[in-house]
């Protein structure tokens, strides 16, 4: 199980940071995906984080996103600065022993306003 918080609404430029606190002991074995999807648009990946702690960032919110986790914690952490309208989405966390990942959080609603 895994339950994804941190989202509101907040103005162009602000700053979020989304957790994704997961149940189980298998959580700290696994990469862990964080996704958006926008209204009308498809899903998209916005960052990885593996078990090691390799963080992956996608182009279009490199340089803003950063994701980290704190196993201790069975915790990730999508940090998400200098927020623009176009970062308006349902953000999800998500893992698996591959993809597509096996468990998803419920998502957590981002609104950024211009």
């Known amino acids: 199980l895994m339950q994804a918080s941190g989202g509101g609404l907040v103005q162009t430029g602000g700053s979020l940071r989304l957790s994704c606190v997961a149940s189980?002991?298998?959580?700290?074995?696994?990469?862990v995906g964080w996704f958006r999807q926008a209204p009308g648009k498809q899903r998209e990946l916005v960052a990885t984080?593996?078990?090691?702690?390799?963080?992956n960032i996608v182009n279009s919110v490199k340089g803003r996103f950063t994701a980290s986790r704190d196993s201790a914690k069975n915790t990730a952490y999508l940090q998400m600065n200098n927020l623009r309208p176009e970062d308006t989405a349902v953000y999800y966390c998500?893992?698996?022993?591959?993809?597509?990942?096996?468990?998803w959080g419920q998502g957590t609603l981002v609104t950024v306003s211009s």
């Open positions: 189980g002991r298998t959580f700290n074995r696994y990469t």
């Open positions: 984080v593996t078990d090691g702690g390799r963080i």
């Open positions: 998500a893992t698996g022993p591959r993809w597509p990942y096996d468990y």
